[in-house]
């Protein structure tokens, strides 16, 4: 398996335009999360999907972030417009429901200027 | 709410020694996942502990699980440099599919 991809690796931006991050994760894994991290704090949690239904987006920032699951195998992150303090490294994971860990993707490095 | 609290959060150690990462948290759960980071890179799962007294060993790193006490222990027995990196653990809520992080240990095994 090729494990989570995750696209772009690098997006750099300048503020207020729109970025969207893309992510697929493992076959035959229902659940999907994007984390954002950064020296200041850490590893957060954004959303998680089950099935395709977002379950839990209590660690969204602000309206300025959305994400979707249109199908089992594709994830995005949008923002909009972006700022310059949402300059980090996000992840995509993705796992079962059975109780196994999450596998992560290589993340995006996103820099916006 | 859980919480998860790693310690220390810095480690600085030399080669040959042997050492501990402690992980509490603070509400029920039975499983609980270590992972590393090297810098720059992602996350990679190390072990996944599912029950009380589960006791796992890949190489110099051990890691075990008390969820009555609600703790786990990462021990590096002889650290070599190569385990430098940064050393996450990460508790199961009890009800869902979410995992809580704790910050992050930054290990340095110095020669």
């Known amino acids: 398996d090729a494990g989570v991809i995750q696209s772009p690796r690098h997006e750099v931006t300048e503020m207020g335009q729109e970025v969207t991050l893309r992510c697929k994760p493992i076959?035959?894994?229902?659940?999907l999360f994007w984390y954002r991290q950064t020296m200041m704090r850490g590893l957060e949690l954004l959303i998680y999907?089950?099935?395709?239904?977002?379950?839990?987006d209590s660690g969204m920032p602000e309206d300025r972030f959305s994400a979707k699951m249109p199908n089992a195998s594709f994830s995005t992150l949008k923002i909009q417009p972006s700022e310059p303090r949402d300059s980090a490294v996000y992840f995509c994971?993705?796992?079962?429901?059975?109780?196994?860990?999450?596998?992560f993707g290589p993340g995006t490095r996103l820099t916006v200027t | 709410e859980l919480k998860v609290e790693q310690n220390p959060l810095f480690l600085s150690m030399q080669e040959g020694k042997n050492y501990t990462i402690y992980c509490n948290y603070s509400?029920?759960?039975?499983?609980l996942y270590w992972y590393r980071q090297d810098p720059g890179k992602s996350l990679e799962s190390l072990f996944v502990l599912l029950s009380n007294g589960a006791v796992k060993q890949e190489g110099r790193l051990m890691a075990s699980l008390d969820t009555k006490a609600r703790l786990s222990t990462l021990h590096i027995t002889a650290a070599v440099h190569d385990l430098s990196a940064t050393y996450f653990c990460?508790?199961?809520?009890?009800?869902?599919?979410?995992?809580?992080f704790g910050a992050g240990t930054i290990l340095r095994v110095k020669s």
């Open positions: 999907f089950n099935n395709n239904v977002p379950i839990d």
């Open positions: 994971a993705s796992r079962t429901t059975g109780g196994g860990e999450q596998y």
């Open positions: 076959s035959g894994h229902n659940s």
């Open positions: 990460a508790v199961n809520m009890e009800y869902g599919n979410k995992l809580v």
């Open positions: 509400t029920t759960s039975d499983r």
